[in-house]
């Protein structure tokens, strides 16, 4: 399930930091109820096999109705904004869009903003291979060992077989935490992306990269599930990897 919000202001911009992330990540756990932020935060969901805590969310970037444009390191959002959340978990979203809707006016970092709209969204219909957009980029990494025993975080490119790899053990990782499933398999490969659609973004100062772009999606039901509602690749939580439906078909 997603929802899709609208929000406005009353001065013809919205001004925020460049790197934004973490403002609409506080936004979203703060119009959660406090004991439900507090227990998805701590604790999340844990994966069986190897342990590791999941958040089953995940957000898209800001999407403006006319322009944006950067400087002195602010974007600059001109019109009603688009923020699309998307998550598994119903009673997320329905915490959520009910303390959003109860708010009325919104604090976005300096920025007072007023709710227009919230929509509910289901899934898209299931089909085996599709092809999606993103709306934040897609993450994928590994963390290796120098030669001197320092750790270091490698990014992977679209064009290299581990990002697929990597992003269909992703996946079944988080199928297995949701559902108790990870026998499924499929495919995940670069569409229309070049080198023009990386992405660096700035986390509580530290560098991630990731790939926007359109994808080729030959997926069982389960495994489109999941990256619709949960995201494709790492750091969804952190607003990574929300995609939506670019064309069910290159015939259509």
Known sequence: MRLKIRLSSEKPFINLPCNYNEIIQGFIYNNL?????????????????????????????????????????????????????????NNFIQSFA??????????????????????????????????????????????????????????????????EEQLIINLQRKLRTWSGDSTLSGSIRPYKVSSKNQRVVIYKNTVIKGWDGIFELTLPEGLFTIAFEAGLGAKNSLGFGCIEVWRKSLHA
């Open 98 to 163: 009910m303390n959003l809707l109860k708010a009325g006016t919104l604090k976005l970092s300096n920025e007072d903003l007023i709710l227009l709209s919230v929509q509910v969204e289901g899934l898209p219909e299931y089909q085996e291979k599709i092809y999606v957009r993103t709306l934040s980029p897609i993450v994928v990494y590994s963390t290796l060992q120098t030669h001197n025993g320092r750790k270091k975080t490698y990014y992977y490119s679209p064009f290299e077989a581990e990002f």
């Open 33 to 89: 109820d406090s004991w439900f932020a507090k227990e998805l935060h701590d604790k999340g969901f844990k994966d069986p096999e190897t342990q590791r805590k999941l958040k089953f969310f995940t957000f898209s970037r800001l999407i403006p109705d006319k322009r944006s444009y950067i400087k002195d390191g602010q974007i600059h959002l001109q019109g009603n904004i688009t923020l699309v959340i998307s998550s598994p978990f």
